[in-house]
């Protein structure tokens, strides 16, 4: 019933287990007896969730509480509770009784509720309302007392709703108040916390109930407990990390009383931080940022303490019930159903980890406290880190201020028993997670496998966990992969399982190795001894060499309790500074700072001095220099840098680079350009580029006044504010501001006016371009939260992100990063395809680019440290790591980030000392400080003019970059070097501040002459000696100068281990170097090779000069850009000599001291012969006693290594000659021919340089950011084959964002449609060029834009305008807009072809040419049109348009519109009989719903019956009303059937002629257009065929509407006659207007402009008497149009291209179906033939635009036997019949005409050339090329034809004749002897019986040799010709 006492477990049962489990082990084959505490609480796995899951509200209270008190009577598996149903008609509501009255505190909390004497009031919980107390009144003998113990068994309450008394069973009573369990109810589980009132006399929630036995009972093995950490889905069990860590919170007294109310009603902003007491407690910070950063509560229901611990202990008032509810925080509930899995980054380095930390898994804590010792900090010089494991965490009281707990441990271990979802496809519940024990002894081999100076990393134990789960499981996974499971696997066994008792005697075994460096102590009872133990052993310094301690409690049952307490001192440092934000990093130092703590370590350094303090010696040497500088100073120090005036030799190499774009700048560009484009080119409409006339943009950048300024600069150089016509020539600063917008708190009026702009402008494309996006990525609801946060925090968010930008269609928005890894998670809103990265430069070793430059990045300088390579660039400093260490033990109070400042800046002090002759402070500093000072105050002595190097300083923090820049300056001025080198102190919020002095300078070297110049940028200090101290948390894209040569990294936050911070700070050394020398590797030094340890405290002069000198110059891989390698001392002259300057006791001199007076100069030119000559005199002249002097450098400095100077003299050779040829060589120069060498803290140096076993580097695989975690710990690892698309899957599969991060909320079910479709992202390496790269994208994309306004049209003169008849007369006046009909019936026709793309046709002979002019000179090949001549035109508001247009208007028109959805179209048969091809012809229409208008159907069948057809009376404006009918073939995407805008929006009837194969793609295309589907017999035919059934179609379709319009009353004659064929390249249409308003008559002056297709049209169809003109057009457009070609308005002549055709009087005049070229040359000449009026208007002029695809292009002829696509010549079309010649795939009539085109001089060689005699071709016009000229007549009786009385033709050419030719008709003709005849015809037979219809071998003399055909198959239908010659 539920009664038992839970203080004491039943011996009985006890006994009975036992006595049980000894039998079974004697009975079983089985070695390993079943553990009897196994037996007690194990609980089976096969039961797991299903039984618990219904009783688990998923909120973290609950597990917390249920894992306290679950084991308190489980001593047997647990059975499925079934509660008694309720009585009828009682009340079941959850916080009701069944009397219906309300029990819930909230509610009752101010009655006045009657308790009898003896009882107290409790509060009961109910799994049903996990928020909600419920009152219940109990009496106290049943409860506890204060030390858990002396309640009575059994049970006795009353219902204070109903006031029913006497419940003598929990089990009654818990249904009488409608707990509804699910499990056995127990009043220890269910009665939690005493009810008290507080001074306001309100109920509230007391202090919990104190049941005692937690840890008695089985604390893990408890079902719910087990089953919920192991077995929930991976998104439910990946813990989630959380605020704060109660046992530190639990001891912070500072929170007030009564805070509860609040904090339980409101969001956690409003909870109260614990007062700041000055105390030294970064767990206050922590708790303090903790809060404040709750935004991204990881909590999934109510976080509250789960109780007070059980023994009052300071930190703890039972009077105040505040000190637990104050830390009741109601979660965001916009993010309570978050996925939890909120994995940290690392042990060592959860980034922000106090966000990230303490909260994620409250720590569950029981059984009795654990004092934390006084004073515990103060006698072990370290805060010990507690990461809790498995199991419960024992309560801790005392001195809490000295320990750290953290649940990163405990959130990774439940995070890789979570399977992933990749691994549910095999079945969950087959293959089970890594145990327990398995974890905990992996851990220790982890932690016994590190190094001393090593830190555990989480990702590493992560990888060590998944790869020992697949490998156990691989069986499995590769037998599911290969089968379907079957219905019920069973459970596989594991292999050789690690039980709970052998864990510890493994754990030993495994730590017995590593010299005590991991202790494992063993506890019988609980974790809580193992900890005292841990304690006291700390205490009593019991393990001073121990770095970790892991305690183990495995011995009560099967599940374990485990905590591993970090007691290294390093160690414990960097994890318990890594919890830190970096928010509450600068507030401890500050505080540190401020409070004077750091006090403690001036005076320690003061000590060290052997002369007193420091700065005694400084005043002192300071006092004996003051005055004219003595010699004792060195020379390269006493001669400052001066400017030099006099003229004499300056320094040449000094080149200040401006913006240039390098060739993968521009590819880059390229790249961005084609992706925007298939945004515009995709089906989703997302971009309409059509739309755009111009390009704007808008910066945004960090707020870094340096970066901003440095954008400021290239912008304004890049001339793209002038190319995209945003400004005008005089560019101001104030001008280019406008484009560029720093992202801080001034940054919305900038964004309000872009977004207003873009309204405003909707033809404008507006970029907006995030530079270095990766930067602040935090989310605006954190703002909202907490509104007392930084303005800035969640701009981006609240700019980037906000509906304008997302809706505007005019807006791209480009993110710029070079650690895109942030942007690439499971909610981005960037999609894959939308991503651009960095082309490789080389591939395969081969340059793509052309570059003359080497980048430099990461790989290259991890590179250089491997062996076999130049020295390495990236290096650590162990002597200083060692100095920080041992400090970091003597001063454990304060930060190491002060420490390592602190020691860094009295090295530099001491080496600027050193270097001027204090050479006693050499001992106080290290190699690698020495060698960077040296060089830089040398450097600028080594140039004529003074140029010296950059040294970056960086220090993160900014209140101690503001000490070390005042001590600096401090030491500087005492040393009287304020000239020689500048120190400036970089602050990201503000600009830069340089000396008066060094400002000259710089002017002076960038001949700048502006008086009120300063630098803004760092690029601008180039040549400028100086240190720059780089402060700010994160470098937010500032670059660096070229003459940058050492990138100080050792003060950079070594425990926020994350990708994008490290890759960031590395990224500030990189840069380009120059290759133009030939690569081969530099050769290490010997001493090097041998040592690799000494790398980074040895690196002494010799070295470098070796490196610098002759392999640098002769065998370095590149001559560096920017930034070198090992410089030390060699920046002087000679390294020996250089060595000298702060190694001699006295006075040692750089380049002499007798020469002083000489220049470098002159001294090297002196020497040169001598140091050439002689290795031996390498140096310049010096001090008789600097040999000595230079001798005890040697020893002094090297002290580490044997002498290495040893090998200098050979090595250094060739340096010194090459140099001194060379004159002395500038630094800068020297700088910038090599990368800069880097120097990094140990440990980031440790995990940049190592790798994994597959080369990939170990930083690769860190948390990519800070903001982001991993989706699960079961991830496949990255691979070092990744390239960068597939790391991008990578972050998008495996990474998910916190909630602080924007783009948390971003999450749809439909996945797609969380990617915004216009955003892009461009990641490329830090310093690459990606800005030169974005601006040079926005230049091609205006200029794209303005091409696609533009269009390549055809510009060409007319041909044979010579050949015009010149006459006086004109018909019509210049300026009448119709033709007259008589007058055009008295016009000639002009027979000459003047279309340019006719030239090289063969001319047509209207008269007798007087003589043989060659026509053929221009003859262009058959690809002729590809090199006609084109213009670039702007498109009008008129123009036609492709498929690539979108606008709104014309939506609708194209069918886009949602009312006209693709399938909203029909398919009408259209049938009619056509004598000529003797069958019925059956056509198709698709007819979309939205035209239907334009048709008759016919009432019952929906049949189509005609096209509707206007009158020829009708007048509307809106209206045109002839149908237009485009052929097309080939053009679904580029032909130009888009009229709406050359229409001007007016009605009109357009109909799209198409092949029956091409009617899908043309639908899909233009699904609102008509299309007339041609027969599949005319697949293959020609433009012929279309313009045959177009016109015989529309003839039909006349008739018909005469016919149905007649009934209603109008006269056939008027109905519209007249139809348009229009080419698909038609683009544009032109007006001319002229002006007559001369004085004279004939004087008139014309313009030519743009008009709309619908006013000529109207123009036209409003012509006088239309319906007589048989054909009317207009001419082809050229900008050389002479003015007498439109003085006459009107031509009668052939018309091309635009043709409006009058259907009923051309019924007798067909096209050629059959035709592919020239059909609309020989459809004219029959229309002129057949007595019809043809008129062009020459006022009316159409462009065509050049399409390279499609049309007659599409006609390609290849061999029909073979499928080698090799082209064949026109003369092999054609062959001799039944030859075996190779038959061709093209149709007949193509090979003929293409064959003639040719190579017609082959049938007609008397006619080549000879213009005055034509040959005679009847009723057709066949292209005989240019060099032949053609007589056109007809046979038709009645035609019109010129004269030939008098013509004496050279050939006849009989094509397919008809009936009306005869051979009385070709009598009338006279040929020339030997003039040839060839006779065309469809067969050999119709040949034959031509030939004897015709008479003609009365005149014609035939050879059986003369005939042939074309290259076709018989079932192709070939034609065949006989040639013959005249007698």
Known sequence: MGNSYAGQLKTTRFEEVLHNSIEASLRSNNLVPRPVFSQLYLEAEQQLSSLEAGSRVDNEEEEEEEEDEEGSESSSPPITYQMKPPPEGCCTTDGFCQAGKDLRLVSISNEQIEVPSGFLLVGAKSPNLPDHLLVCAVDKRFLPDDQGRNALLGFSGNCVGCSKKGFCYFTEFSNHINLKLTTQPKKQKHLKYYLVRNAQGTLTKGSAICWKGAEFRSRQSSSSARSNTLFQPPENTSSSTAVVNEPVLAAHSGVQAGMHQMASDHLPSTVCYPVYNGKDSPQQHSAKSNLSSVTRPSVLGTLTNSGPPKKRHKGWSPESPSSNEAWHLQPNPQIANRNKNEAGGGLSCLPHAAMAGPMSSPVVTSGEPVSVPDNL????????????????????????????????????????????????????????????????????????????????????LEQIFMRSWRESHLSEIRQYQQAIPQAFPQVPGPIAPVTSAQLPWLAGLAASSCNDSVHIIECSYSLAEGLSEMFKMLIEGKLVKTNYVVIICACRNRAIDSCIAVTGKYQARILSESMLTPTEYQKEVSYELVTGKVDALGAFFSTLCPDGDVDVLLDKFCQENRGPISSSLPASVSKPATVDVVGTAGCTNYNFERHQIRPFQLAVAQKLLSHVCSIADSSTQNLDLGSFEKVDFLICVPPSEVTYQQTLFHLWHSGVLLELGLEKEHLTKQRVEQYVVKLDTEAQSKFKTFLQNSMQNPHTLFVLIHDHAHWDLVSSTVHGLYPQSDPAVGLVDRLLNCREVKESPNIVTLHVTSFPYALQTQHTRISPYNEIHWPSLYNNGADLYHENKKYYGLSEFVESTLSGHSLPLLRYDSSFEAMVMALGKRFPRLHSAVIRTFVLVQHYSAAMMAVCGLSQMKNYTTVETLEITQNLINSSRQCPSGHGLMVVLRIPCIPLAAVAYERLNHVRERLALEDHFEIILGNPNSGITVGKHFVEQLKIWQKIEDAEWSPQTYLELEGLPCILIFSGMDPQGESLPRSLRYCDLRLINSSCLVRTALEQELGLAAYFVSSETPTEKLVSNDVLESDPEKLSSTDNEDEETVTEGSTSEKRSPVKRERSGSHDSAASSVSSKTSSTAFCSEKSPPSVTAGDTGKSTHQILSSSTEENVNNPEKQRPKTDKDSKSNAKTAQGSITSSSPSPFSSSSASSVPTHSSFVLQAPQCSMTKASQQPPIVYLPKLVYDIVTSADSTGLPKSSSLLPYHSVMWASSFRPLMSKMMTCTEQSLYYRQWTVPKPIHMDYNNRNEGRMDTFHPRRLLLSGPPQIGKTGAYLQFLSILSRMLIRLTEVDVYDEEEINTDLKEESSQYYHQPGDAWPDLETMKKMPFDYTIHDPKYEDASFICSRILMKNEDRSANRKQEDLYMHRQTTRMRLSKYAAYNTYHHCEQCHQYMGFNPRYQLYESTLHAFAFSYSMLGEEIQLHFIIPKSKEHHFVFSHPGRQLESMRLPLVTDQSQDYIKSPTFTPTTGRHEHGLFNLYHAMDGASHLHVLVVKEYEMAIYKKYWPNHIMLVLPSIFNSAGVGAAHF???????????????????????????????????????????????????????????????????????????PNVTHYALIGMRKWSSKTKSGEIKEPFSCCHIHDFVMLNVDLTQNVQYNQNRFMCDDVDFNLRAHSAGLLICRFNQFSVMKKQIAVGGQRSFHIKSKVSDNPVSIAPAQYICAPDSKHTFLAAPAQLLLEKYLQYHSHRFFPLSLKNYCHPVLSVDCYLNLGPQISICYVSSRPHSLNVSCSDMVFSGLLLYLCDSFVVASFLKKFHFLKGATLCVICQDRNSLRQTVVRLELEDEWQFRLRDEFQTANAKEDKPLFFLTGRHI
């Not at 649940?407 to 979802?421: A, D, E, G, I, M």
């Not at 698909?1624 to 002056?1645: L, P, Q």
Request: negative net charge.
């Open 377 to 460: 900090l103060k006698i072990y010089k370290a805060k010990p880190v507690l990461f809790k494991g498995h199991g419960n965490f024992p309560y801790l009281c005392g001195n809490l201020n000295d320990v750290i707990v953290s649940p990163l441990l405990y959130t990774c271990y439940r995070n890789s028993q979570s399977l992933s979802r990749a691994y549910e496809q095999y079945g969950a519940s087959t293959i089970q997670p890594i145990s327990d024990e398995m974890q905990l002894l992996l851990t220790v081999y982890y932690l016994v496998q590190l190094a001393s100076d090593q830190v555990p990393l989480i990702e590493d």
């Open 1589 to 1663: 059934l177009i016109k015989e179609l529309s003839y039909h379709n006349l008739e018909l509407e005469r016919n149905r319009q007649e009934e209603l009353g109008i006269k056939p004659q008027d109905i519209w006659p007249f139809i348009v064929i229009s080419d698909d390249s038609c683009v544009m249409w032109n007006a001319v207007e002229i002006d007559c308003s001369g004085e004279r008559k004939s004087e008139y002056t014309w313009t030519e402009r743009n008009v709309s297709l619908k006013q000529i049209l109207q123009h036209i169809e409003s012509t």
